[in-house]
């Protein structure tokens, strides 16, 4: 059983950044592939970036260049690192674990694990 609790979230101008974190539990936390997902009101739920064991990056067009998904598993910790924001990038973001492969993380159905979510809301 993996518990995330993320963190981080906030009220930023366009342009501005945020850094989320997402805290694990468990000891096995090195092992699982960790995606950030995004869901805006009325909208399905959306892959902003990935990252598996082996620190192999995939990030969703919409965010390539401006965020940047990392992992420190000595902290059980996955961050998402958002510079540039845009009101498009207004969204509940989840962190989520799982053990599938790079390719397969962009579904949710690939991930075991879920957080609870934090709210990301960028100002025009």
């Known amino acids: 059983q993996v518990q995330l609790v993320e963190s981080g979230g906030g009220l930023v101008q366009a342009g501005g950044s945020l850094r989320l974190s997402c805290a694990a539990s468990?000891?096995?936390?090195?092992?699982?592939?960790m995606g950030w997902f995004r869901q805006a009101p009325g909208k399905e739920r959306e892959l902003v970036a990935a990252?598996?064991?082996?620190?192999?990056?995939y990030y969703a067009d919409s965010v390539k260049g401006r965020f940047t998904i990392s992992r420190d598993n000595a902290k059980n910790t996955v961050y998402l690192q958002m510079n540039s924001l845009k009101p498009e990038d207004t969204a509940v973001y989840y962190c989520?674990?799982?053990?599938?492969?790079?390719?397969?993380?962009?579904?949710?159905?690939?991930?075991?694990?879920w957080g609870q979510g934090t709210q990301v809301t960028v100002s025009s």
């Open positions: 989520a674990a799982g053990r599938s492969a790079l390719r397969d993380l962009v579904v949710p159905r690939s991930y075991d694990y």
């Open positions: 468990g000891r096995t936390f090195s092992s699982y592939a």
């Open positions: 990252i598996n064991s082996g620190g192999s990056t």
